[in-house]
């Protein structure tokens, strides 16, 4: 089971992904994606899914036509893990093939 | 644009629609959808994000892992229509095309 980092480890990993937060009230980290339409988000959607299946590591995520609000947390360790990094720097890189 | 069905006019649809609730304090309909796993919660939200795609209506909709909770009314009418019972009952059709 993967360990749940530490503040100073997970400030460091957060400095490197500047448009995610931390969720308050939870051991959690978040980011809100803005696409231009529904087709671009679900399509932004489908390629994260690929990902996290691969991973085994699922986001918690809500859509509303162009918009993705995500919160990820590793369930079974009860708090942020490197899987959650590795998660939010692979959406921020999918996100990035699309014009937001 | 369509117009928001009467309190008679959805009390009918959602007669056929027995899994459907109204939302409280919005003028909107509701399902939680489980599935085994992501793989079949995705599956789920990628066969009706073709259909809603098609019929340009859109669900407000959050997945965490196999369950997936959705939320529809038409934005432009305000309320409740009869697209947002025609993308109920085409949920539910896809729906009970897994084990659930």
């Known amino acids: 089971m993967a360990k749940t980092l530490t503040p100073e480890e997970r400030a460091t990993a957060l400095a490197d992904l500047p448009d995610w937060h931390a969720v308050d ?7 809100s994606f803005t696409f231009q339409n529904f087709n671009e988000a679900f399509g932004f959607m489908a390629r ?3 990902v996290a299946e691969k991973m085994d590591h699922h986001p918690e995520w809500t859509n509303v036509y162009g918009k993705v609000d995500v919160v ?3 369930h079974d360790a009860g708090g942020v893990t490197d899987r959650d990094i590795r998660l939010a720097a692979a959406m921020d890189r999918i996100a990035a ?3 937001m």
């Open 97 to 99: 093939d699309f014009p």
């Open 48 to 50: 994260v899914a690929l």
């Open 72 to 74: 990820l947390m590793s």
């Open 25 to 31: 009230g939870r051991d959690a980290i978040a980011r």
